[in-house]
């Protein structure tokens, strides 16, 4: 009997030690398999653009008006982007850009985050009607002429100001819409415990309120400096002349400023396309980490 006991040991031990190196191989094949799309769409959808505009940046106008792929027979480095800079007016369009994105972000996650606490903590009807027409304004398009309207009535048409008061205003919602859901989630426990330990209601949003919001804030500015340093419709409309042009804007009057209309100066418009993109660049690689970070506890909370 003992013999036959000590027999049957082993087989089921054998099919313990077989299921998880079948569990294993699935699972590599489906990382490796999911590994090589990503990559293929990363590379056919991104890289391959990307790798378009930067190589013709450097190229001569000869070989730019090609569009390929290749590097440069002749590198036109130095001189294409000098151009850009020099007659291109770039310093002045980065400096409107910057004079217009900066506040216009500041303003909105400022006041965007004071409403959301308001919209998430009030039981309000009025409140509830309030922050539903708040978030409609990221679905629903701005009117131009309507606003053209008002800003000549308050003899702000064609100024920083009144370009600043409109780009804050249709981006406020973006805001709402984030630290909203994120502050409902957040147990009132803390507001009341700082309330009883004397804080006002200025303290409670800046020493409780603010440091928890702090990561979705940052991710909503991300969001916010992409689409109003990008931002071309309302600028062209309401920004006149080129020396209050912001960097789209100051692109398109470069690109459409060809003395010859029949050539298009496509390795002049790569190179301004590269140093318009660039300040976004250097802003996202100094706040991913953030910004992923931020993107987790809002799933989290959600």
Avoid: C
């Avoid at 982007?81 to 409107?96: C, F, K, L, Q």
């Avoid at 506040?103 to 985050?113: H, K």
């Avoid at 600028?235 to 690109?255: D, H, I, K, M, N």
């Amino acid at each position: 009997m003992a013999g036959i006991a000590t027999g049957s040991r082993p087989q089921p031990q054998a099919v313990v030690r077989r299921r998880p190196a079948v569990r294993v191989s699935r699972k590599g094949l489906w990382e490796t398999t999911r590994a090589v799309l990503l990559t293929t769409v990363a590379v056919g959808w991104i890289g391959i653009p990307l790798w378009l505009l930067l190589v013709n940046s450097v190229k001569p106008l000869r070989e730019a008006s090609v569009l390929g792929l290749g590097l440069p027979k002749a590198w036109s480095l130095i001189d294409n982007y000098s151009t850009v800079i020099h007659e291109g007016r770039y310093g002045t369009a980065v400096m409107n850009s910057v004079l217009i994105a900066v506040p216009t972000i500041a303003s909105a996650v400022l006041l965007g985050s004071l409403a959301a606490w308001a919209y998430a903590r009030s039981r309000s009807t009025t409140m509830k009607f309030a922050y539903n027409l708040t978030v409609l304004s990221i679905l629903l398009p701005p009117a131009v002429l309507p606003t053209i309207y008002e800003l000549q009535l308050t003899g702000l048409d064609g100024t920083r100001l009144g370009y600043f008061l409109v780009m804050t205003g249709t981006r406020l919602g973006t805001v709402v819409f984030l630290a909203t859901g994120f502050i409902r989630a957040m147990p009132a426990e803390l507001e009341d415990a700082a309330e009883v330990d004397g804080a006002g209601r200025l303290q409670i949003y800046r020493h409780v309120i603010l440091p928890l919001l702090l990561p979705v804030l940052l991710v909503g500015s991300m969001i916010l400096i992409i689409t109003v340093w990008n931002e071309f419709f309302f600028a062209a409309f309401l920004l006149q002349g080129s020396e209050r042009a912001t960097l789209p804007v100051a692109l398109y009057q470069f690109a459409s400023a060809s003395p010859d209309t029949s050539i298009v100066r496509w390795n002049l418009i790569f190179a301004h396309v590269v140093l318009t993109s660039l300040p976004l660049v250097v802003a996202y690689l100094f706040v991913q980490r953030r910004i992923v970070s931020g993107l987790s506890e809002g799933a989290i909370k959600g």
